[in-house]
């Protein structure tokens, strides 16, 4: 027993002329750990539906209180089905303006669609007064048919608020997701938005 304390004590005073016998330059720190290059977000982790071009379904418009469906302009749609009482949805508007004027910026060109599903045009013209950073918004004429719509986009009846639809300038649903979005997903919106 009485060995166990020495031996530990003569090996840890070995320990610094040990490290003092280095071959080579000295490891620094930054060095020392191999990272893998960071991988690429790919459409098909992000999205609840992914479709390449040619082979997705066409988007269509559900039935909007007061107006008629936007007619298509030739270039990307990000539709985001949002409601004032969602607090995900409120959280992430701001960004999805900031991000998609950061797009424009940069030559792609991409038009944010707001579409709510408030009961009331008075609730979303309130919220917006309260937020005026929040661009205008269509609504759903009858939120609790929605569901239906919903479906045809090729997500499940029971789909929770933010619901993102990406439509490339064809008219086709190129990615679908349910579920809010946060900074480390711009990569791959960016990417999705680009057609690659």
């Not at 000295?26 to 992000?46: G, K, S, T, W, Y």
């Not at 929040?134 to 090729?154: H, N």
Request: a neutral charge; hydrophobic letters at 40%; glycine letters at 6%.
């Amino acid at each position: 027993m009485d060995r166990l304390p020495t031996l530990t004590w003569v090996s840890l005073a070995a320990l610094p002329a040990a490290c003092e016998e280095q071959a080579g330059p000295p490891i620094q720190r930054v060095n020392a750990v191999r990272a893998e290059p960071p991988r690429l977000a790919r459409p098909e982790d992000f999205c609840d539906i992914v479709a390449p071009r040619g082979s997705a379904r066409a988007f269509g418009y559900p039935k909007l209180a007061s107006v008629a469906a936007p007619a298509a302009q030739g270039r990307w749609r990000w539709i985001n089905v949002w409601a004032t009482w969602c607090k995900p949805c409120v959280e992430e508007i701001p960004m999805l303006v900031e991000w998609q004027a950061r797009m424009e910026d940069s030559g792609t060109r991409v038009d944010l669609v707001l579409l709510s599903l408030d009961t009331d045009d008075a609730t979303i013209d309130r919220f917006r007064k309260q937020h005026p950073q929040t661009p205008p918004s269509l609504r759903i004429e009858d939120p609790d048919r929605a569901e239906s719509w919903v479906v045809s986009l090729g997500l499940d009846k029971g789909a929770t608020l933010p619901i993102h639809v990406f439509v490339d300038p064809q008219g086709g649903i190129r990615c679908a997701r349910t579920g809010g979005v946060g900074r480390a997903d711009q990569a791959v919106v960016q990417r999705i938005l680009s057609g690659r």
